[in-house]
C-alpha cells in the first residue's frame, strides 16, 4: 500500500515556466488537498477537493490550478513560476473528512524557483 | 474562523527529560485538534487527536497531549525524550467550515540533546 505518492521530488524552474507537480493516493480517499511549506510560517492550504470533479481555492491560490479528473490523482499546475513559489509542496488525502479523520501525507516536493 | 498557534519556534530538551511543545486554539465551536511530526525531508506524520471525552489524549511513539478547555490549549507531552524524537511537530485544527479542511499551526522544532 503506497499510499500517498509525489513526484517529482525535486524541482528546479526558470521564472515563467510552467509545471506539474503529481499526486496519487491509492486509499480511495475522497478529500484531497495541496499545501505549501514555508519556513516559519507552517503549512498553507492552496486547494482543495472533495471528490472527482469537485475543486475550491484554499488560503493561497493564486498562481496555481487544479483539476480531479479521477479519485485515485490531485494535480497542481503552476502557470508561470515565480521565486514566490519557491517551497516544500505536499500533497495529503484523508476520508470525506468529518471533523475527526487525520489526513495523510506525501513526502513533498521540494521546488525552486529561478 | 478556526487557528492554532505554536508560541515556540524552537524547544530544547535534553534526552530522558520530559518535554512540551505548546499549542493554543481559537475555533467558533467544538475543537477537533490534531498534533503531526515531520522528520527531516519527510512528509508529515499523524501523532494524536481530540475530538471529545478524555483531556489526556495518547498517541503513537509515547506521545500524550492534554487538552485543556478554559485555557484553550493542547499541549504535546512526553515523560521521557529520545534522541529520535527530535523533528518538527505541527499542532492542527478542523474547520468548522463546508469542507472540514485542516489547518495548522507555525510548527515547533524539538530538539533532544544526548
Known amino acids: 500500500n503506497a499510499g500517498v505518492t509525489q513526484t517529482p521530488k525535486f524541482q528546479v524552474l526558470k521564472t515563467g515556466q510552467s509545471m506539474t507537480l503529481q499526486c496519487a493516493q491509492d486509499m480511495n480517499h475522497e478529500y484531497m488537498s495541496w499545501y505549501r511549506q514555508d519556513p516559519g510560517m507552517g503549512l498553507r492550504l492552496i486547494h482543495y477537493?472533495?471528490?472527482?470533479?469537485?475543486?475550491d481555492q484554499g488560503e493561497v491560490p493564486n498562481g496555481y490550478n487544479v483539476s480531479r479528473s479521477t479519485t485515485e490523482d490531485f494535480p497542481l499546475r503552476l502557470l508561470s513560476a515565480a521565486p514566490s513559489q519557491t517551497s516544500v509542496y505536499f500533497c495529503a488525502s484523508s476520508y470525506t473528512p468529518g471533523l475527526n479523520t487525520e489526513a495523510f501525507f506525501g513526502q513533498g516536493t521540494r521546488l525552486t524557483v529561478v | 474562523a478556526q487557528s492554532v498557534a505554536q508560541p515556540e519556534d524552537q524547544v530544547n530538551v535534553a534526552e530522558g527529560n520530559p518535554l512540551t511543545v505548546k499549542c493554543t486554539y481559537s475555533?467558533?465551536?467544538?475543537?477537533?485538534l490534531f498534533w503531526y511530526v515531520q522528520y527531516p525531508n519527510r512528509g508529515l506524520q499523524f501523532l494524536l487527536k481530540y475530538i471529545t471525552g478524555d483531556n489526556l489524549v495518547k498517541g503513537s511513539y509515547g506521545f500524550e497531549a492534554e487538552f485543556n478547555k478554559s485555557q484553550t490549549s493542547f499541549h504535546l507531552k512526553k515523560p521521557s525524550a529520545l534522541v529520535s524524537d527530535s523533528a518538527l511537530y505541527f499542532c492542527a485544527v478542523r474547520d468548522w467550515g463546508g469542507a472540514n479542511n485542516l489547518f495548522f499551526g507555525t510548527g515547533t522544532r524539538l530538539t533532544v540533546i544526548p
Open positions: 475555533v467558533s465551536g467544538n475543537p477537533y
Open positions: 477537493s472533495v471528490g472527482a470533479g469537485i475543486t
